[in-house]
Every structure is written in C-alpha cells, then in structure tokens.
C-alpha cells in the first residue's frame, strides 16, 4: 500500500497580510488565549481530505487541474471563538462567492472520491489561535485584511518533533 499523507486544499494568504495578522494577535489577545499558529502556517481550508494514498491524491489534483474560475478578493474582517474545538478564528462577514464555489466544488470532488465531507456548513475561516477552551474576550469588528486570491494549492501538513508545518504540494492559478 502506498504512503498516506494527510491533505487539504487550501489557500495562502500574503506574507503582508500575515505579518499584520500576527502583529494584530499579538497586540489583540492576552497572553495564554492559545496556542498562536506559527505565521507561515495562516491559511484558510477549502476542503479536507484526511490521510489519503497516493493515487487518490493524483486523481483529486488532476481534478484540482480543471477548475476554471476567476480571482477574487477575500476581506478577513470578522473573528470568532469555537471554544469547543478550541479555535480563535479570523474569516470573512461576507463570503465571496467564488470563494464559497470554489470550496464547494472541491468538497464534493473530495466526497465523490471517497474523502469524508464535515456535515457542518463550510464556515471559511483562517485558525489564529489553538487550545483556547477558556472563555475569549473578541475585539471590536474594526479590522479588516483585504486580499486577491489568485491561486489555490494541495498542502501536505507534516507534523515532526512536535510542530506541524504546512508544504505545498502543488498549485493551481485562478483564472478563465
Ligand atoms: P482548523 O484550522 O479549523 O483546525 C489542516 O489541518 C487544516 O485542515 C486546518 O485548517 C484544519 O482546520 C483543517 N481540518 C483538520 N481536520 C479537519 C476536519 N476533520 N474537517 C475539516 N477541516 C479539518
């Protein structure tokens, strides 16, 4: 049997966004909210595939290939607090639809082919925070990262001597 590896498609977001992001946190949250995701590792998830072998995931990426769609701005402007899973989330208040068609398209590609699809409605959200189960004190609505989105890729999440980074595995442009 070939090698699993656990994928999810997803998108980057800009080195700029990202430092203003981890400085905002820094600033934003005390001290012992959670467990600060690394900033490289800030992406937001279009669709999960779990531990998958290597021909399922050839197969989702000749898929991923054919995709067709527009780019478009994605505004981070709103936060939330998932105390159950433990996440402190950035997202945006309103998707944009190729955002939100782009996910759809592939979670039901990822289902088709056998990745177990989350019931729950696509919520996009970029994770800034982890293991914050106590209550969170979330700041005024007065933020907003606004950026284009002009590609999307296949990352590999490798945990090793107790960090998970995130490599791209391969990526496709955003464009008719
Ligand atoms: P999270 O940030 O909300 O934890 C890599 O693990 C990425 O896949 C993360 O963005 C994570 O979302 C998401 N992820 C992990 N397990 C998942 C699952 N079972 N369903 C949907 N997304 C998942």
Redo the contacts with the bound molecule.
């Keep these: 049997m070939s090698e699993q590896k656990?994928l999810?498609f997803?998108i980057s977001l800009p080195e700029e966004s990202r430092q203003g992001i981890i400085q905002w946190r820094a600033d934003t949250f005390v001290a012992g909210t959670g467990r600060p995701v690394a900033a490289a590792n800030l992406?937001l998830?279009l669709a999960?595939l779990?531990e998958i072998g290597e021909e399922k995931s050839r197969a989702l990426q000749r898929l991923a290939s054919r995709i067709r769609q527009a780019p478009f701005t994605l505004t981070l402007d709103d936060a939330g607090h998932w105390p159950r899973?433990g996440?402190v989330?950035l997202g945006p208040r309103r998707s944009p639809r190729g955002l939100l068609q782009l996910a759809e398209l592939l979670r039901s590609q990822a289902a088709r082919s056998g990745c177990h699809q989350?019931t729950m409605p696509f919520h996009p959200?970029v994770?800034l925070l982890?293991q914050a189960t106590q209550p969170v004190s979330l700041p005024p609505r007065n933020f907003s990262w606004p950026f284009r989105v002009e590609r999307f890729a296949l990352f590999q999440?490798i945990y090793a001597q107790g960090r998970t980074r995130?490599s791209e595995v391969a990526a496709w442009p955003l464009s008719q």
């Design positions: 656990k999810f997803g992406h998830t999960f779990g899973s996440v989330w989350s959200h994770t982890r999440s995130y």
